[in-house]
């Protein structure tokens, strides 16, 4: 059992906006800054797609973002494309037993 | 460009010790400002931070605590390049093992990663 909650699977249209939610509790999402997500293709490495919540790395293109409220943390992709489907992460810093903690992962299907 | 080969064995004996080695090459394993971490995926845990190191004027390491007790991560300057040893591995060790670099603009987030080694423990 993942330590972050995320849907297994969420789904859209081309060119529709999605948003992933990620679940964690006061020690790791939400009390902290260091969020971040990851794109992974299946047979691929992860690839980080935001960092400090809201920050993409360069390269990434701007129809990715990322927000936190509470102990939620949330990645939108607008303008939803093909190349868009993948398995997507979560992860945060946290206090206990370890220093980074991974979600269970969604899968984005792209209708 | 920075990029990260992974290289070891693929198949480890239930109670050996799985070894794995990362070479680096863009970016130095002494970079005062980043991190190198250790990280699995396997479809039963899921993607689990294993540990890293990282220098700041002199070497340190960070462990998860399910791990703590068998694992040694380091970093070998000559061939720039870090090191898993993972001791008494199980089945539940079996995973896709993946180095990653930590950088300085990114507490805690992952930039680049290794190509994957995917290591079954298994007689």
């Known amino acids: 059992q993942s330590a972050l909650t995320q849907p297994a699977s969420v789904s859209g249209s081309p060119g529709q906006s999605i948003t992933i939610p990620c679940t964690g509790t006061?020690?790791?999402?939400?009390?902290?800054?260091?969020v971040s997500w990851y794109q992974q293709h299946p047979g691929k490495a992860p690839k980080l797609m935001i960092f400090a919540v809201s920050n993409r790395p360069s390269g990434v293109s701007n129809r990715f973002s990322g927000s936190k409220s509470g102990n939620t943390a949330s990645l939108t992709i607008s303008g939803l494309q093909a190349e868009d489907e993948a398995e997507y992460y979560c992860?945060?810093?946290?206090?206990?037993?370890?220093?980074?903690?991974f979600g269970g992962g969604t899968k984005l299907t792209v209708l | 460009q920075v990029q990260m080969q992974q290289s070891g064995p693929g198949l480890v004996k239930p109670s050996e010790t799985l070894s794995l080695s990362c070479a680096i090459s863009?970016?130095?394993?002494?970079?005062?400002?980043?991190?190198w971490s250790w990280i699995r995926q396997s479809p039963s845990r899921g993607l689990e931070w294993l540990g890293r190191?990282?220098?700041?004027?002199?070497?340190?390491?960070d462990y998860a605590v399910f791990v703590n007790s068998r694992i040694t991560i380091n970093a070998d300057t000559s061939k720039n390049q870090l090191s898993l040893q993972l001791k008494s591995v199980t089945p539940e060790d079996t995973a896709v093992y993946y180095c990653?670099?930590?950088?300085?603009?990114?507490?805690?987030?992952?930039?680049?990663w290794g190509q994957g080694t995917m290591v079954t423990v298994s007689s």
């Open positions: 992860s945060s810093y946290t206090t206990i037993n370890t220093r980074v903690v």
């Open positions: 863009g970016d130095t394993v002494s970079n005062n400002r980043a991190a």
């Open positions: 190191t990282y220098y700041r004027s002199k070497w340190y390491n």
């Open positions: 006061n020690t790791d999402v939400g009390g902290s800054i260091h």
């Open positions: 990653a670099r930590d950088p300085p603009q990114a507490n805690d987030a992952f930039d680049m």
